[in-house]
């Protein structure tokens, strides 16, 4: 496969430690196994030590905000701009399957690096977490929410789809300077993480591509799932997007004069299941203004999808299947 191939696994480790780790304090952390559900409220220290004392207030006013972030479990979000010194976090922990949800709170005196939050900042009552009925939380803007809950991809068909016995006849070895054509009976990885997808979703709503994997093998961390976008078949790829299995899981831009990757998106898994989400706008990057493009960039563009796994100073690339972007309703 021609196409652009990512150049250091260690600049990608690197660039996830930067983004997840001591460096913006626009972070927002979710430490826990449920959505969190928040906003930022600009206020003093006594304001919120009253609102603590009668948690209503705070249920109040996440009811009032239509604009509630929201991060996956275990994920990061990223605030658009720095707050401002002196604000509290109020959220709910969205439990599946359960119509009560719980309230948080935290109060943030100077915003320095990221924060991290977790099930020990619900708000506890008469010993008992404070919760508020989901209904009363205004809904997301999305019909699809990353989460490792599948419900909400269950009405979009695969793109792609493969049979439990499918098995390639070769796979793609990189030693870091060739990239060789193999038989797949030489494959120290073929059918180990996550390597034997079983299918690829993807759907477009509210300028978000949404996109779900899933896989006969259990996803391992170190491996990454790979597009590679093709506006002429014929030719190298223009651009490629990773998703290097880790937590938090955030989705990288790479393209040719690129010389470190871009994060523009997240994305959450658990062992057989990875679903993510990009936001439309970040292929501006490549394409500029996608308002300008000519239609005719979306009718050819197309991607390949591959597993990467590594070991022993290897790459294997498994191929996945292809789609085309005029196939996924919404890309434009």
Same mark, same amino acid.
């Given at each position: 496969?021609n196409?652009?191939?990512l150049? &250091?696994?260690?600049?990608?480790?690197?660039?996830v430690?930067g983004?997840?780790? @001591?460096?913006?304090?626009r972070e927002?952390?979710n430490?826990? $196994? @449920?959505?969190l559900?928040?906003?930022?409220?600009?206020?003093d220290?006594?304001t919120y $030590?009253?609102?603590?004392?009668?948690?209503?207030?705070?249920i109040?006013?996440?009811?009032?905000?239509?604009?509630?972030?929201?991060v996956?479990?275990?994920?990061l979000d990223?605030?658009?701009?720095?707050p401002?010194e002196?604000?509290?976090?109020?959220?709910v922990y969205?439990?599946a399957g359960?119509?009560?949800w719980?309230?948080?709170?935290?109060?943030?005196?100077?915003?320095?690096?990221?924060?991290?939050?977790?099930?020990?900042?619900v708000i506890?009552?008469?010993?008992?977490p404070?919760?508020? @009925?989901?209904?009363?939380v205004?809904?997301? /803007?999305t019909n699809?929410v990353i989460?490792?809950?599948y419900l909400?991809?269950?009405h979009?068909?695969?793109?792609?789809?493969s049979?439990?016995?499918?098995?390639p006849e070769t796979?793609v070895?990189? $030693?870091?300077?060739?990239?060789?054509t193999?038989?797949i009976?030489?494959?120290?990885?073929?059918?180990?993480?996550?390597s034997?997808?079983?299918?690829?979703?993807l759907a477009?709503?509210?300028?978000?591509?949404?996109?779900?994997? *899933? @896989?006969?093998s259990?996803?391992?961390?170190?491996?990454?799932v790979?597009?590679? /976008?093709?506006? =002429?078949?014929r030719? *190298?790829a223009?651009? *490629?997007?990773?998703?290097p299995?880790?937590?938090?899981?955030?989705v990288?831009l790479?393209?040719?004069?690129a010389?470190k990757?871009?994060?523009?998106g997240?994305f959450?898994?658990?062992?057989f299941?990875l679903? /993510?989400?990009?936001?439309?706008?970040?292929?501006e990057?490549?394409f500029g203004?996608?308002?300008?493009? $000519?239609?005719?960039i979306?009718?050819?563009?197309?991607f390949?999808?591959?597993v990467?796994?590594p070991g *022993?100073?290897?790459?294997?690339?498994?191929?996945g299947?292809?789609? &085309?972007a005029? =196939?996924?309703?919404?890309?434009r």
């Amino acid at each position: 496969m021609n196409a652009i191939r990512l150049r &250091f696994v260690m600049m990608v480790v690197a660039v996830v430690a930067g983004v997840a780790g @001591a460096g913006s304090a626009r972070e927002i952390v979710n430490a826990h $196994d @449920a959505v969190l559900r928040y906003v930022v409220v600009p206020t003093d220290r006594a304001t919120y $030590d009253r609102n603590i004392a009668d948690p209503a207030r705070i249920i109040e006013i996440i009811a009032a905000h239509t604009d509630l972030r929201y991060v996956p479990p275990a994920g990061l979000d990223v605030l658009p701009s720095q707050p401002a010194e002196g604000a509290a976090i109020y959220g709910v922990y969205a439990y599946a399957g359960d119509i009560r949800w719980h309230v948080l709170a935290r109060y943030i005196e100077v915003w320095t690096r990221p924060i991290r939050l977790s099930a020990d900042d619900v708000i506890v009552g008469d010993s008992q977490p404070v919760t508020t @009925a989901g209904w009363t939380v205004p809904p997301l /803007a999305t019909n699809i929410v990353i989460d490792n809950r599948y419900l909400d991809w269950e009405h979009i068909p695969y793109h792609v789809f493969s049979n439990h016995r499918a098995r390639p006849e070769t796979f793609v070895r990189d $030693d870091g300077q060739t990239r060789t054509t193999v038989p797949i009976d030489s494959s120290l990885f073929w059918a180990r993480a996550g390597s034997n997808l079983e299918g690829i979703k993807l759907a477009v709503d509210a300028g978000t591509v949404y996109t779900m994997f *899933s @896989a006969y093998s259990a996803f391992a961390e170190s491996s990454s799932v790979v597009a590679y /976008a093709y506006l =002429d078949r014929r030719e *190298s790829a223009v651009f *490629s997007i990773e998703l290097p299995v880790t937590r938090p899981g955030i989705v990288f831009l790479w393209w040719s004069t690129a010389e470190k990757p871009a994060a523009i998106g997240r994305f959450v898994y658990d062992r057989f299941h990875l679903e /993510a989400e990009i936001e439309l706008h970040a292929l501006e990057t490549v394409f500029g203004p996608l308002d300008e493009l $000519d239609p005719d960039i979306f009718a050819r563009l197309s991607f390949d999808f591959a597993v990467v796994v590594p070991g *022993s100073g290897l790459y294997e690339e498994f191929f996945g299947g292809t789609v &085309f972007a005029r =196939d996924v309703v919404g890309f434009r």
